[in-house]
């Protein structure tokens, strides 16, 4: 009696029960699920499984095979008016049939996903910590696992959990990037979302799968890889079907700020947003425009350039937004840049110099995506993704009243400053040779090396037209000199370009003072370019100090201290 009772409140957590006594014979037994097995009571236990293989310890689990079909077995003990052991059966062979199994395989497959899981239930405590998120906190799941959620990330309040917020609301969090947990003092950021599982109405449980930084930049590069592959077919001299010349790989340089300005520029192009380039005249705010389109999802779309201060005002109205006939003297019906680019990019250059009242009217057609051409009624949808260039601080033209700050928020979702060139000396450095190779081969001559004196003198140099005026200036030079010359000097400047640069350097040019510079590199640097420079020249020479020491021209000790000063570190 003992024996059925016991049997039939197991039966209701297992497929099948199989009760003995101390004498390991079958008492009682449910196992209709398994007629397989062919129980008769009172049979001796092991002529049905190889007992030599079980010692029926408590809690142990076992499996044997009758006709080809798998069985599993947990073990429990109960001692009343003697010792009774429960045999717990499962079918191992079906799946979907055992949820122990089941269990188990989906705490395998959560083991090896790439992105963390963790799930806690009504009193915060967790109960699951996949081996990815352990790798992206730095914690230990053993540790973390059935401890409540606040005591295991070290919270003031339990009511600072987001787990218990979305346990309560039974919304879900989308889109998080927060760090939980800290390892030797510094954050471990996750990107994640959290939802709630609910069962009849009501929340079980909550859950967060989480993504980490590395793994969102490299998925981020990927894209980029992939939009590289995907560039327009060139037509001829480099044009390409859409409308431009360029892509990243012809921006050129070599500084530190450049190459964090290209990972910048590669990521506002996956997103697809208008943006607003900054940077002085000659710093390539056209080349990167360019760039930007040919890396977005609208590479294979228009990209149509206008310069606002090319063209006058009662003009610029009617070559953005179209007109229509009758709408003025001598008006026809012509589409606007806006339609003609359809789904491509538009690219505003020189906005600093649109008139304010044609402003607001740019405001109005951002802001509600909609065309309308002048002298008609009809709209039409604005598609483009528009790109805006300024050779002038926004900041100073809202201060100063030449451009409406509303403006300034439609056409920068996201802003780009490209630094003057003086701002980047090791540029200057790679340009110089780059041009004087470049035209070398472009004019088919080949000159000697640039004396010290003249080299210094450009570094020093202020540079107000930026790459565009190195470029000219390093053209002029090679038209100017003879192949037979024993070497490029500063007699063989332009004679406006040599009074321009030697006056903007101050009179820098005695013997003494240059040829101290060039024993002294980092003296002639900006101050805001000489991290930059430190940075360069320390990855040039494998981070090894005395040899980026003796190329910078000073000391071990004082290279020391300017890494230690700018907070530089060396690449893990």
């Known amino acids: ?191 994640y979302s959290t939802f709630p599982i609910q069962k009849d109405g009501e929340t079980v449980a909550v859950y967060s799968i989480s993504t980490n930084e590395s793994k969102l930049r490299d998925q981020l590069y990927e894209t980029i890889e992939q939009k590289r592959k995907e560039l327009p077919t060139e037509k001829n001299h480099g044009e390409f079907s859409n409308g431009t010349t360029f892509t990243f790989e012809n921006i050129k340089g070599s500084s530190l700020a450049l190459k964090n300005l290209l990972k910048e520029a590669q990521n506002i192009a996956v997103h697809n947003t208008d943006v607003l380039i900054v940077g002085e005249t000659g710093t390539g705010k056209e080349l990167f425009a360019q760039s930007i389109h040919n890396h977005s999802p609208r590479a294979k779309q228009p990209f149509i350039a206008i310069n606002c201060a090319a063209i006058p005002e009662n003009l610029l109205e009617s070559t ?45 057609v951002l802001q509600e995506r909609i065309v309308r051409r002048v002298g008609s009624n009809e709209i039409t949808p604005v598609k483009c993704t528009v790109i805006s260039a300024s050779n002038e601080d926004p900041e100073k033209l809202i201060a100063d009243g030449k451009m409406r700050l509303d403006l300034f928020y439609r056409i920068a979702h996201t802003s780009l400053f490209i630094p003057p060139l003086r701002e980047r000396t090791e540029d200057i450095h790679f340009f110089i040779d780059y041009f004087l190779e470049s035209f070398q081969e472009k004019f088919n001559k080949s000159v000697p090396a640039m004396s010290k004196r003249l080299l210094t003198t450009l570094y020093q140099y202020n540079w107000p037209g930026n790459t565009r005026e190195l470029e000219h200036l ?77 190329k910078l021209g000073i000391t071990r000790q004082s290279l020391q201290y300017h890494i230690k000063k700018h907070g530089l570190e060396k690449p893990s």
């Not at 003297?329 to 600093?352: K, P, R, S």
């Not at 370009?497 to 003072?513: F, Q, W, Y």
Request: with cysteine; hydrophobic share 40%.
């Open 320 to 364: 953005l937004f179209g007109t229509v006939k009758g709408a003025f003297t001598g008006a026809v019906n012509q589409i606007g840049l806006f339609e003609h680019a359809g789904a491509g990019t538009l690219f505003l250059d020189e906005i600093n110099s649109m008139p304010i009242t044609l402003q607001s009217k740019l405001i109005r």
């Open 474 to 550: 390093v053209e002029n030079i090679i038209i100017r000199v003879s192949e037979s010359d024993p070497i490029i000097d500063v007699d063989h400047l332009p004679a406006y370009m040599r009074r321009k640069i030697l006056v903007d350097n101050k009179g820098l040019g005695s013997v003494a003072e240059i040829e101290e510079v060039v024993k002294n590199p980092l003296k002639s640097l900006f101050a805001n370019s000489k991290e930059h420079f430190i940075q360069s020249t320390l990855e040039q020479s494998d981070w090894n100090i005395s040899k980026a020491a003796k």
């Open 1 to 191: 009696m003992f024996a059925a009772s016991i049997g039939s409140l197991m039966k209701s957590f297992v497929s099948g029960v199989i009760v003995l006594n101390e004498e390991y014979q079958v008492i009682w037994h449910e196992t209709k699920e398994f007629p397989v097995l062919n129980i008769i009571e009172g049979m001796p236990i092991c002529e049905l499984i190889p007992c030599e293989q079980m010692c029926f310890a408590e809690n142990e689990t076992y499996s044997f095979t009758i006709n080809q079909r798998k069985f599993s077995i947990e073990v429990k003990h109960l001692s009343l008016d003697q010792l009774y052991t429960l045999l717990c059966l499962e079918d191992a062979s079906d799946l979907l049939k055992n949820p122990k199994m089941r269990l188990y395989c989906l705490e395998k497959m959560i083991d090896t996903l790439n992105e963390g899981v963790m799930m806690s239930n009504q009193e915060g405590e967790i109960l699951l910590y996949n081996l990815a998120q352990e790798k992206m906190e730095g914690l230990n799941r053993q540790e973390m696992i059935g401890k409540p959620l606040w005591s295991a990330y070290g919270y003031d309040k339990p009511q600072n959990s987001e787990h218990r917020h979305t346990f309560k609301t039974g919304k879900p969090i989308f889109s998080r990037y927060r760090a939980h947990s800290k390892v030797n003092g510094v954050p471990k950021y996750v990107n």
